[in-house]
T-cell receptor, first 114, second 112 residues
Framework: ETGVTQTPRHLVMGMTNKKSLKCEQHLGHNAMYWYKQSAKKPLELMFV???????ENNSVPSRFSPECPNSSHLFLHLHTLQPEDSALYLCASSQERGQRYEQYFGPGTRLTVT | LAKTTQPISMDSYEGQEVNITCSHN???????ITWYQQFPSQGPRFIIQ???TKVTNEVASLFIPADRKSSTLSLPRVSLSDTAVYYCLVDFSGAGSYQLTFGKGTKLSVIP
């Protein structure tokens, strides 16, 4: 247990569906992250939130929409996804934003888009 | 685009020392080098972090030469449970934007 939980662990959705991924951290951290990990690419940083404010958006398509209602919760809203969006989506948190701070990762959500 | 480069895979026998090298030619003055370990179907886990010279903890050692353009993760006497993917991470924030970059990772296979 890393102190970061993600739900659901597995998700299958059609291209016209709307779904959300949830991440919760119990570590009192101020920064939270969404990563995408697919078979053909390395870990890709998608979004960074620091004190509930988005501070980084790495050219992610608009069909992915993050939300951070408070410092403990992070959501990734999904709509009209493509099959190439199938991947493992990982949430992480750290004390503050920045690589200097150790990141704690959740177990991930395995997403399959059909 | 700044990036890190690692060997794709390595094999080692149990009990041997394993050294994995990462290249990061564009590292900025204030950047740290961090290594993570990832087992299948799990999120990455922090192993070690350093800025220069040598850092050692209970799990591994990290060697960083003076020019800091590369770093080497050293795992002493590996066991089967060390079979995992190892990622080298550099901030590359010297340009003013937060660009956290994982390498492609090195898949270490420990053989009995």
């Amino acid at each position: 247990e890393t102190g970061v939980t993600q739900t659901p662990r597995h998700l299958v959705m059609g291209m016209t569906n709307k779904k959300s991924l949830k991440c919760e951290q119990h570590l009192g951290h101020n920064a939270m992250y969404w990563y995408k990990q697919s078979a053909k690419k390395p870990l890709e940083l998608m979004f960074v939130y620091s004190l509930e404010e988005r501070v980084e958006n790495n050219s992610v398509p608009s069909r992915f929409s993050p939300e951070c209602p408070n410092s403990s919760h992070l959501f990734l809203h999904l709509h009209t996804l493509q099959p190439e969006d199938s991947a493992l989506y990982l949430c992480a948190s750290s004390q503050e934003r920045g690589q200097r701070y150790e990141q704690y990762f959740g177990p991930g959500t395995r997403l399959t888009v059909t | 685009l700044a990036k890190t480069t690692q060997p794709i895979s390595m094999d080692s026998y149990e009990g041997q020392e394993v050294n994995i090298t990462c290249s990061h030619n564009n590292i900025a003055t204030n950047d740290y080098i961090t290594w993570y370990q990832q087992f299948p179907s799990q999120g990455p886990r922090f192993i070690i972090q350093g800025y220069k010279t040598k850092v050692t903890n209970e799990v591994a050692s990290l060697f960083i030469p003076a020019d800091r353009k590369s770093s080497t993760l050293s795992l002493p006497r590996v066991s089967l449970s060390d079979t995992a993917v190892y990622y080298c991470l550099v901030d590359f924030s010297g340009a003013g934007s937060y660009q956290l970059t994982f390498g492609k990772g090195t898949k270490l296979s420990v053989i009995p």
